[in-house]
């Protein structure tokens, strides 16, 4: 596994929160062995080490809750190993599927995350086995997620985000954007999820045929994220005391919050449109979004060139 | 006879206690009573009190705050948890760092997460460290039931603090 890495196989890559565990090149390259990765996968696992190191990642946090949080493993580039078609959330998924079943026994071989040391988790999620998806590049009809971002064209890029549970949403038989947008709006405004409370990221994982829909009718993802935001809202009075919302008191409310909010104050699923992630992904045929709810920022790597 | 190797135990029940809520507030509505718990163990008079509710989420800077807390030249820390994993791991890091500031420190946690008790006293070198448990779920607790559940609780943490 290590191959020509293997010269660097002391080499501490992160110190892993909350068991402040060292992932070596060498302890990483033997739990991408165990996860079936191919050599090739090393530096994209290794990438998304240091992703979730992040500091403002939280990895403590992410280990530690009762949540079910754990991360998802957003691979854009253009390794060919990577599936970026059908199945492609699945385990049929080719090598991001093993990127991420690799940097989820990391975390649970080094940095503490099983049950019997940090992971706390009340019941988990099936997503903490691996969660890794690559961008379809190919039917997407706007520039890469990591061009978006910032990087640039020729890179590869790993993104980390603490994610729970994931939500299809389904809405076919029209081109309809303004349909769309608000099938995809109305189904994330709800009350019980972290997102409804901390405002922060979300990510959107969109089909090729969501996608054309909203290109075909001239909209950017900068316009479908600011639509999500606005529409994707709740009035107050449909959150007090629900969801995350019966942990406020007058001493601990949320920073975001107005002092005194009246019952018919819209509260956004996000607390900026810029916390929509929207990525293109999945085969050709089929009209969906999959919803990747969750908690936190988004952290980026660089994956290194062989 | 091992070596000490935390804090110096509080002698003299007097000074500045910090007490601080770290807990999601999983009791919304019934004020703060882990703390208050351990307000009621506390002698009468000689004992300064700073009460400090902050949930244990989001950014964690754990070694600012203690390092505050010693600019503020506090006499002991007890910080409490509540049904929260992540409360209770960073509450219990916030002690050790306490201990090694000088400052006699525990935590009030919930023993149905020992193993998260156990794993992070390990991790960050002192598995000897002494932590006051209830031994409920506060989910599961109706409100008059807390005095007598946390009254043992609060009780121990000044034991542990006083080293009696």
Redesign the interface.
């Known amino acids: 596994m290590l191959g020509e890495h293997l010269e660097r196989s002391a080499e501490v890559v992160a110190t892993l929160p909350?068991?402040?565990g060292e992932a070596t090149f060498e302890n990483i390259a033997a739990n991408a062995v165990i996860a079936g990765c191919d050599p090739s996968d090393l530096l994209a696992v290794v990438a998304a080490v240091r992703a979730v190191a992040q500091p403002?990642f939280?990895l403590?946090?992410v280990v530690?809750?009762?949540h079910g949080l754990w991360p998802m493993t957003f691979l854009c580039g253009s390794d060919p190993n990577w599936s970026r078609e059908g199945d492609c959330l699945s385990s049929s998924s080719g090598s991001n599927s093993l990127v991420a079943r690799a940097l989820s026994l990391v975390l649970r071989n080094v940095a503490?995350g099983s049950?019997?040391?940090?992971d706390?988790s009340t019941m988990g999620r099936p997503g903490k086995l691996f969660f890794g998806v690559a961008e379809n590049t190919t039917l997407s009809p706007w520039d890469p997620w990591h061009v978006r971002a910032g990087w640039d064209d020729g890179d590869s890029v790993v993104a980390t985000y603490a994610a729970d549970s994931t939500l299809c949403i389904a809405d076919m038989g029209h081109s309809n954007p303004e349909i769309l947008v608000s099938t995809i709006a109305d189904s994330i405004a709800i009350p019980g999820s972290y997102n409804a409370f901390?405002r922060k990221d979300l990510w959107l994982l969109m089909s090729p045929t969501h996608a054309w829909i909203f290109a075909d009718a001239g909209w950017s993802v900068p316009d479908i994220a600011q639509a999500i935001a606005d529409r994707a809202t709740q009035p107050y009075g449909r959150l007090r005391g629900r969801g995350l919302f019966?942990?406020?008191?007058q001493?601990?409310a949320p920073a975001w919050m107005s002092p005194e909010p009246l019952d018919s104050e819209e509260i956004s699923i996000v607390d900026h449109p810029r916390r929509i992630k929207l990525a293109v992904v999945g085969a050709p045929t089929g009209g969906y979004t999959t919803a990747v709810f969750g908690s936190g920022v988004t952290t980026m790597e660089k994956i290194e060139s062989d | 006879m091992g070596k000490r190797r935390g804090a110096p135990r509080w002698n003299g029940l007097s000074g500045l206690l910090v007490l601080s809520d770290s807990m999601l507030n999983v009791n919304a509505g019934w004020g703060k009573l882990i703390l208050d718990s351990v307000v009621a163990a506390l002698p009468a008079e000689g004992v300064t009190l700073d009460q400090i509710r902050r949930p244990q989420i989001g950014d964690h800077r754990p070694q600012e705050w203690i390092d505050h807390l010693v600019e503020q030249g506090i006499s002991a820390l007890v910080v409490t948890a509540g049904d929260c994993a992540t409360c209770t791991s960073r509450a219990l890091r916030e002690c050790i760092l306490a201990e090694q500031s000088g400052i006699p420190a525990t935590a009030v946690v919930p023993i149905g997460l020992s193993e998260i008790i156990e794993a992070t006293l390990t991790a960050w070198g002192r598995p000897d460290l002494r932590v006051a448990t209830f031994d409920a779920p506060l989910f599961s607790l109706k409100q008059n039931d807390f005095p007598d559940v946390m009254q043992s609780a609060a009780q121990e943490a000044i034991a542990i603090l006083t080293g009696s």
Do not use: K, N, S, Y
């Open positions: 909350p068991a402040m403002r939280l403590d946090q530690t809750t009762v503490g049950p019997e040391a940090f706390a901390f019966g942990f406020i008191d001493h601990q």
